[in-house]
């Protein structure tokens, strides 16, 4: 195959990030679960948009924050994922285009607006999230672009467009375009929900070996390995894809290839202002480092350096100059 054109293609939900501080009382009035996420219906996403404190509105979800962060690091990055042709849909794709990703998948009037979510942020930097999908779930395999898809290196899927069908048909072609192209895949657990809910469905990925890049947290990658014990886990999956990489918070993160292991710590960080984003940004440091052939360390550690980089502001889009902080932390 040619070189890719692309480092790393996303597709994943189209989520706009509207995001808003707010008090742990307030949680508690709104009967809302700290530092979890909720899917909620058009009503209640309006209900709860009029309670909100003022907001910043960002384009968002796992695998737009994610290719953003390869971006913005001097990587070539794309995206997929289904907006409508309303006023947050065009918000959408200039925010991300302006990122410098490539954005092609055309808008479409699918019966509901564009994906929202309306992220909690404590004064603790912990964010409670209240997410419509909308246009995001109907991501249909009509609109894919498969000699994008043959054209990029790595194709990064998002384990939350795993729960509705019609999206779910879209990633196994996009898997099976990708295999054929001998490019690799990527899959991102997303979500403790995801794993519980779709288990089966993501083992099966995995022991056909249809993934060649795991990334999960501490939690997901228990579910997954249905045992309490992190090294338990590790063990029984790491030898089922080619690299594994779990992000474990304030404890660092590990990565797993072949007979070769990597531990880095988290990075120092003055103040948690916001954690939103943590893991799609030390995805996206991890996954830039992993297209140049770098070791297994050096990827993690650029993970964790734009991971710290992003959890000390507000939203999951740099404020920092990813390359020069890269260069002076790694050299």
């Not at 480092?7 to 809302?32: H, M, P, S, Y």
């Not at 907001?55 to 737009?64: F, I, K, M, N, W």
């Not at 290839?257 to 939103?276: I, L, W």
Request: hydrophobic share 45%; proline share 5%.
């Amino acid at each position: 195959m040619p070189d890719p054109r692309l480092d790393v293609l996303c597709i994943g939900n189209a989520i706009v990030d509207v995001i808003a501080d707010a008090t742990d009382e307030f949680l508690a009035a709104e009967g809302l679960t700290k530092d979890s996420m909720r899917l909620v219906d058009a009503e209640e996403a309006t209900r709860l948009y009029g309670h909100m404190q003022p907001a910043r509105e960002v384009s968002g979800g796992c695998a737009g924050n994610t290719a953003a962060g390869i971006s913005a690091l001097g990587g070539r990055a794309g995206f997929v994922g289904q907006v409508a042709p309303d006023q947050l849909g065009e918000f959408y794709r200039h925010d991300l285009s302006a990122a410098g990703v490539e954005f092609t998948t055309p808008p479409m009037d699918v019966g509901v607006p564009t994906a929202r979510s309306m992220i909690l942020v404590t004064p603790d930097g912990h964010r409670t999230m209240n997410t419509f999908l909308g246009a995001a779930q109907e991501l249909s395999v009509e609109v894919l672009d498969e000699e994008q898809i043959r054209s990029s290196g790595i194709l990064y899927l998002e384990g939350y467009l795993w729960d509705p069908e019609t999206p779910r048909y879209a990633m196994v072609r996009a898997i099976e375009v990708a295999r054929d192209a001998l490019r690799k895949v990527e899959f991102i657990l997303s979500d403790l929900f995801c794993v519980e809910r779709h288990r089966a469905g993501f083992t099966k990925l995995i022991d056909e070996g249809r993934i060649d890049i795991l990334f999960a947290n501490e939690a997901e990658i228990l579910a997954m390995g249905g045992v309490p014990h992190l090294e338990t886990a590790v063990a029984a999956i790491a030898p089922k894809v080619e690299t594994l990489v779990v992000t474990r918070g304030a404890a660092g993160a590990l990565a797993v290839r072949g007979g070769e292991r990597a531990d880095v710590p988290a990075e120092p960080v003055a103040e948690v202002v916001d954690t939103t984003g943590a893991g799609d940004l030390f995805a996206a440091g991890f996954l830039y480092g992993h297209v140049r052939g770098e070791p297994l360390e050096r990827c993690l550690r650029r993970g964790a350096i734009a991971a710290a980089e992003i959890i000390s502001h507000y939203g999951a889009r740099p404020e920092a100059d990813l390359q020069a902080l890269m260069e002076a932390k790694l050299g």
